[in-house]
């Protein structure tokens, strides 16, 4: 008896590991389908859709670095351009000093329009000769930008890879030079980055 027992527990436990609502919203919407109840089905997939999305945004918020020693973090934010009519993808975290004023904002934007802008500025260096807060900014072999004006204590780096599709932003405020900006920079797997947001 208490071997029935165990077994049909030792069931019901495996069953519910392998429950996916994914899964469930699929079968769920193929039923519909075949049911002839097209609306149920088209809300069922969407249902999947969105779960699937949510998996996505949840693991590219793995891809933002921790707080480097002697800093702290926000939660990390995730955001698909698609879901607004737009292409590409958003990820964003702040970070801040334990102890003072320092702050940075770290973004990293995949196959977005907004590429096209920083682009143009690399590729024609009399838009950058109007700025004379803007310079070039090479960094790992990467050509970006670095603003910055005289006496004011914000930085902001800009990074285009893969020919624009992947733009990476750091500003920095309250800092006194742009080495923290350089130290989340060296903090991003680039790599790692460009595996997971450019499919």
Do not use: C
């Amino acid at each position: 008896m208490m071997r029935k027992l165990l077994l049909i527990t030792l069931l019901a436990l495996a069953s519910s590991i392998q429950a996916d609502p994914v899964i469930d919203q699929l079968e769920a919407g193929r039923q519909a389908y075949e049911n002839g109840e097209y609306r149920r089905a088209v809300e069922e997939l969407n249902l999947a859709i969105a779960e699937i999305q949510r998996k996505i945004e949840e693991a590219d918020k793995q891809l933002l670095p921790e707080p480097l020693p002697g800093w702290k973090a926000e939660e990390a934010e995730a955001q698909s351009m698609a879901m607004m009519g737009m292409g590409g993808s958003v990820l964003q975290r702040s970070y801040y000093r334990e102890e003072g004023d320092e702050r940075v904002e770290l973004q990293i934007i995949a196959d977005s329009p907004m590429s096209q802008m920083f682009i143009m500025m690399l590729s024609n260096p009399m838009l950058m000769q109007a700025d004379s807060n803007t310079r070039l900014f090479r960094y790992r072999g990467q050509r970006g930008l670095m603003e910055h004006e005289a006496g004011s204590d914000v930085w902001e780096a800009t990074l285009l890879l893969q020919g624009g599709r992947l733009l990476i932003r750091v500003k920095g405020s309250g800092l006194k030079d742009d080495q923290p900006i350089k130290a989340y920079l060296d903090a991003l797997d680039f790599q790692r980055l460009q595996e997971a947001l450019l499919r």
